[in-house]
């Protein structure tokens, strides 16, 4: 069993950064790979970013070119905890973002455990 709790959502303009975090309880973290997912207003959640439990893989939604790199994900085994750094935000990176955790494959998708999400809103 894992609880997870989000944080580091907020409010910023256009242009600038936030790093969410999700702190994890229960043990042996490593052995849970951790994805983060976002649902804006009247739209489904989507898959954002996924890593391996031992960081040694990472999975991105499929953005466009020009949107490639903005966000990175990451994961400190050691203080439980995941990440999910988020530069050059838009406004349509509005939304409600929630870690997820699971053990085992694929990456993208099918997770068992999930926190109460993080309010992100990014202004223009």
């Known amino acids: 069993q894992v609880q997870l709790v989000e944080s580091g959502g907020g409010l910023v303009q256009a242009g600038g950064s936030l790093r969410l975090s999700c702190a994890a309880s229960?043990?042996?973290?490593?052995?849970?790979?951790m994805g983060w997912f976002r649902q804006a207003p009247g739209k489904e959640r989507e898959f954002v970013a996924a890593?391996?439990?031992?960081?040694?893989?990472?999975?991105?939604?499929d953005y466009a070119d020009s949107d490639k790199g903005r966000f990175t994900i990451s994961k400190d085994n050691a203080k439980n905890t995941g990440y999910l750094q988020m530069n050059s935000l838009k406004p349509e990176d509005t939304a409600v973002y929630y870690c997820?955790?699971?053990?085992?494959?694929?990456?993208?998708?099918?997770?068992?455990?999930w926190g109460q999400g993080t309010q992100v809103t990014v202004s223009s």
């Open positions: 997820a955790a699971k053990v085992g494959a694929p990456l993208r998708s099918d997770y068992q455990y």
């Open positions: 229960g043990r042996a973290f490593s052995s849970y790979a």
């Open positions: 890593i391996s439990g031992t960081g040694s893989y990472t999975a991105y939604a």
